[in-house]
């Protein structure tokens, strides 16, 4: 052999030894003491997921923090109040008549007058759930006795002068969770109701809340989430964007992404169709319930039409689309807050505390309440949350609940938009970081010890939504011993590895088996890129699939083309282990850059080829970090809306 080829042979050997010591390097940065050579923690330190910790409290993000001040609904008295009669079971309405003289005073030989109207939900609309009917008036006499058919109405007083209204003195509006149970005479000998077999079963929701900014926003809160039998999932991560697939991961097993994609969600009578765990609570014996306490933001009904039936036994949803429409409405944290002289959130827990109270010894129960008034628009608007929800989780408490039932308080995501995202380093994991806390009685504990070790190791593993929806099928079957014990129908359709929360779940899991796209998997740490060369040639290629989008999909004569203003960072996902540095030339880039015209700012999680310059990306994953309603009113499509400036905004 020549000199030169020895040479040759030589410098070949040698970089191939440089790239396997720059491997070694990448992955030093790693051990197993949930730390790294830089001294960092991780929420999940397995082979194939680490997911690392974050201060809540990282200046970044402080310099936007500031406390909101909560601001009543109104401070007047109640002229008409709501009872329950135990002994009827039924509800009574009444007129404080100390306060209605006081009132009457200020008009000479006035009389009270004050009427009800049934607020119901209009079966022969196109679009049952964003409509509602509203029947005839009824006078209210002196203690009156709601009917067991009325489920919510609509009350108002005035003042009256010889059968003319003079002034309106209140408006008001009640809900009743009434008990349409056959009950027969109880012997005082029968057992109490069997909560160990059929515990119930309640889910509080807090739209856009990760778990940093439950510890930033709502200490108290959190405080109280601290106590005995309360475990966090801190593994819990985002299967989708926004709040419909994180919510039918849960509820159905399926986040249905294909089918929000293709515009199903939009045609009426599609979310029907789908089989959702409170069916088979509902086959199981249990009473079911699912309310929002907003009307234009929610899970089912934003941009689509939302349930031709009544999907539950108790459903709030036309009660609060009635309230915004016939009481005046105060706007907070960019939603509405006040219905009248209530707060939106008020109807809320006196829905879920009625639910809860009416069949504590009758039935079993299973509810879903979730909250996006405080905090769906504005990250800040949790602080003001905390002394609120505070109280409603010690109601909870106080009326013995938490002894009977299996809590969870969850969230969908984190905030999505507004300067936790566009202004701090930790708002891209913050976003796929949900609060996800579980609540198993004393007696549960009792008699499930290993499912309670189960759940202790499972809060620093990786888990998801569709685990979630596992686990409340295992509350109908407490005797499986493992997932062979659940029928195959019963699987996540979506994720078929996922499990229930009671087993334990695999040390060595990534984001693919448990059903999370690499979009919104926190599984792999990030360094921020420097090379300007390369941030410059990967940013480019980015805007330029985006105009070559709008063009495949025939939007150039609605939506503006784009050009690049700016790259505010670049980061690199560090691969958790050897396996994924198979491919040396594939390289995985989180670039948040803005774009003109109306600088419009963006997320993109691209793969990038470093041999070929070339880019792979996922459109309609792209993340917009800004509020955009006002850029895309010439479309109704919500996936469209994220990436399209209309030709018709100026």
Not at 87 to 96: A, E, F, N, P
Not at 232 to 242: I, L, R, W
Not at 589 to 602: E, G, K, Q, V
Request: net charge positive; aromatic share 12%.
């Amino acid at each position: 052999m020549s000199l030169g080829r020895y040479v040759f042979v030589f410098l070949l050997c040698s970089i191939e030894f440089l790239l396997c010591i720059a491997k070694l390097s990448l992955h030093s940065h790693y051990s197993n003491d949930g730390k790294t050579s830089h001294n960092k923690k991780f929420f999940v330190n397995g082979p194939s997921c680490k997911m690392p910790q974050m201060d809540p409290f990282s200046a970044d993000i402080m310099k936007f923090f500031k406390r909101r001040q909560f601001r009543k609904c109104c401070t007047d008295k109640d002229l008409v109040v709501s009872e329950f009669d135990s002994d009827l079971r039924q509800y009574r309405i009444k007129i404080d008549e100390h306060l209605a003289e006081q009132l009457l005073k200020k008009f000479h030989n006035a009389t009270l007058k004050c009427t009800y109207q049934v607020i119901g939900r209009n079966k022969k609309s196109s679009f049952p759930d964003k409509d509602f009917s509203l029947s005839k008036a009824q006078t209210i006499n002196q203690s009156f006795v709601v009917p067991k058919t009325i489920d919510f109405i609509f009350t108002q007083c005035h003042a009256v002068i010889e059968k003319t209204e003079v002034k309106l003195l209140q408006k008001d509006a009640f809900l009743f969770v009434q008990d349409r149970l056959e009950h027969r005479q109880k012997d005082p000998e029968d057992p109490p109701p069997d909560v160990e077999s059929k515990p119930n079963v309640i889910i509080l929701g807090i739209d856009s809340t990760s778990r940093m900014n439950l510890r930033r926003s709502m200490p108290k809160v959190h405080k109280f989430l601290q106590r005995p039998g309360w475990f966090e999932m801190q593994g819990y991560n985002e299967v989708g964007e926004n709040t419909l697939p994180n919510l039918l991961a849960l509820l159905t097993g399926n986040a249905e992404e294909k089918a929000k994609l293709n515009g199903r969600f939009r045609r009426s009578g599609f979310i029907d169709k789908l089989k959702y765990i409170w069916q088979l609570f509902k086959q199981n014996g249990y009473m079911t319930a699912f309310g929002e306490d907003s009307g234009k933001i929610n899970a089912f009904d934003n941009h689509n039409p939302g349930f031709k039936k009544q999907p539950v036994d108790y459903y709030l949803r036309n009660f609060i689309v009635a309230l915004e429409s016939i009481l005046k409405t105060r706007r907070e944290f960019g939603n509405v807050f006040c219905l009248g002289r209530k707060l939106a959130f008020k109807y809320l827990s006196d829905f879920a505390m009625q639910f809860m109270q009416r069949f504590q010894n009758a039935a079993p129960v299973f509810g879903i309440f979730w909250s996006n008034s405080f905090t769906h628009e504005d990250f800040l608007g949790a602080t003001a949350l905390d002394q609120v929800f505070l109280e409603y989780l010690l109601l909870c408490d106080k009326l013995g609940f938490l002894d009977r039932s299996i809590v969870i308080v969850l969230s969908d995501h984190g905030y999505k938009n507004g300067v936790s995202r566009q202004r701090s380093k930790s708002g891209y994991l913050e976003e796929r970081l949900p609060i996800m806390f579980i609540h198993v009685p004393p007696w549960f504990r009792m008699r499930y010890p290993q499912y309670v070790e189960n759940l202790k190791i499972n809060q620093n593993r990786l888990s998801s939504s569709f685990d979630l929806h596992l686990t409340l099928h295992h509350l109908l079957q407490l005797n499986a011993t493992s997932m062979a014990d659940f029928s195959p129908k019963l699987q996540a359709s979506q994720c078929k590895s996922c499990q229930s929360l009671f087993f334990q779940l695999p040390y060595d899991r990534n984001c693919s088996q448990a059903g999370i796209g690499e979009k919104w998997c926190s599984c792999e740490p990030t360094e921020t890129v420097t090379n300007q060369v390369l941030i410059k040639k990967v940013a480019r290629e980015v805007v330029r699939h985006m105009n070559e989008h709008l063009r495949n999909r025939n939007l150039t004569k609605l939506c503006q083309n784009y050009t690049l203003k700016k790259v505010l960072y670049m980061d690199g996902k560090l691969a958790p282990t050897d396996d994924s540095l198979e491919d040396d030339q594939l390289h995985t880039y989180i670039i948040t850059f803005d774009t003109n015209p109306t600088s419009a700012h963006f997320e993109a999680t691209v793969q990038w080829n470093m041999e070929r310059n070339t880019l792979t990306m996922n459109m309609d994953e792209l993340s917009r970090l800004e509020s955009y309603d006002k850029h895309s009113k010439c479309t109704r499509d919500p996936i469209v809306k994220k990436y399209c400036i209309c030709k018709s905004f100026k």
